[in-house]
């Protein structure tokens, strides 16, 4: 499976943005023809999906409350999926981790409503943290 290495969290104030970045560890692994999921988990909550891009048609989908601040990309030659996350509110506040799946996936279902079991590929996690 292929391995996930993300980076670019870190601590803004209210209103500011932050841009997570999510790389494929090694080579052999294209992310074109993977569908990246961005999850988080605060603590004592459940995992939240965040945003998804779909492998081959680029489709997006975003939870309601990041609709029109955040946006997911992806840049093949660099095989880089990205995360613009702006106009950052405290409740943006936890861990952020992106996921990998080797097909296309369902939206919502497999998207802003999975809880994380539709993707065998996962990152470390990166700290956001927004304060007030």
């Known amino acids: 499976q292929v391995q996930l290495v993300e980076s670019g969290g870190g601590l803004v104030q209210r209103g500011g943005s932050l841009r997570l970045s999510c790389a494929a560890a090694g080579s052999g692994f294209s992310l074109e023809a993977y569908s990246i999921a961005w999850f988080r988990q605060a603590p004592g909550k459940e995992r939240e999906g965040v945003s998804c891009?779909?492998?081959?048609?680029?489709?997006?989908d975003y939870t309601d409350s990041v609709k029109g601040r955040f946006t997911a990309s992806r840049d093949n030659a660099k095989n880089t999926v990205y995360l613009q996350m702006d106009s950052l509110q405290p409740e943006d506040t936890t861990v952020y981790s992106c996921?990998?799946?080797?097909?296309?996936?369902?939206?919502?279902?497999?998207?802003?409503?999975?809880?994380?079991?539709?993707?065998?590929?996962w990152g470390q996690g990166t700290q956001v943290a927004v304060s007030s």
């Open positions: 891009l779909n492998a081959n048609d680029g489709r997006t």
């Open positions: 996921a990998a799946v080797n097909r296309v996936v369902r939206m919502p279902t497999e998207c802003q409503k999975s809880r994380g079991q539709d993707y065998p590929s």
